[in-house]
């Protein structure tokens, strides 16, 4: 079934390191592809998406690229602050004839030291 | 415009119990979903609604149960709780047309003791 695979967790890295986060996705259709981001004691925040293959979402410095061919969609930042320290969700939207179906990561949990 | 609101934002309860979280979506959004969130489990989809009805469901008893009243507000009841049910509640608004991104609320944070 239609699925999102996320990398575990958790991640630490040094401030100002690159980071990685990997999501594959299994989809029966063309979804759309988003990342969520989660700060202690909050919800969810929308931090970038993608509509369709090839598409780049991006914002505050992360980037994620639709890949159809890989069926992946993996969060990039190229230096990390100690402010992004949050959970990370991937998540897919399929349109089905009951509307939307969203499925998520189990998320990815990134603590940035100084 | 105003974000997803949820109250109460904290919430103890004792099993068998029921609790009612409520939900008020970004307005003009008329589908609201419901997500329970725990450590276990992570995110899961429990229901949609839009414009008053029911649209979609995941997989839960049928102890939890929701409506979405005619100004969009949504509620989700859950009866007869277990300390099982102790989790992160989001609800998360949007337009309802395809591909629409999905607006999160802070969350309710239900304790079940």
């Known amino acids: 079934g239609d699925s999102v695979t996320q990398m575990e967790g958790p991640v630490t890295l040094s401030e100002e390191a690159f980071l990685t986060i990997n999501c594959t996705y299994t989809?029966?259709?063309?979804?759309?592809l988003f990342w969520y981001v989660q700060y202690p004691g909050e919800g969810l925040q929308l931090l970038l998406k993608?509509?369709?293959?090839?598409d780049k979402g991006s914002n505050k410095g992360f980037e994620a690229t639709y890949r159809k061919e890989t069926t992946s969609f993996h969060l990039e930042k190229g230096s990390v602050q100690v402010s992004d320290s949050a959970v990370y969700f991937c998540?897919?939207?399929?349109?089905?004839?009951?509307?939307?179906?969203?499925?998520f990561g189990t998320g990815t949990s990134l603590t940035v030291i100084p | 415009k105003a974000g997803v609101t949820q109250t109460p934002r904290y919430l103890i309860k004792t099993r068998g119990q029921q609790v009612t979280l409520s939900c008020s979506p970004i307005?003009?959004?008329?589908?609201v979903s419901w997500y329970q969130q725990t450590p276990g489990q992570g995110l899961q989809f429990l229901f949609e609604?839009?414009?008053?009805?029911?649209?979609n469901k995941g997989n839960f008893p049928g102890r939890f149960s929701g409506r979405q009243f005619s100004n969009s507000r949504s509620e989700m009841n859950v009866s007869t709780l277990e300390l099982g049910d102790s989790a992160l509640y989001l609800c998360?608004?949007?337009?309802?047309?395809?591909?629409?991104?999905?607006?999160f609320g802070p969350g309710t944070r239900l304790l079940v003791l």
């Open positions: 998360a608004s949007r337009p309802g047309t395809p591909q629409e991104t999905q607006y």
């Open positions: 989809a029966t259709g063309y979804p759309s």
């Open positions: 993608a509509t369709k293959a090839d």
């Open positions: 998540a897919l939207s399929l349109l089905s004839n009951t509307g939307n179906q969203f499925y």
């Open positions: 307005s003009g959004h008329r589908s």
């Open positions: 609604y839009f414009s008053e009805t029911q649209r």
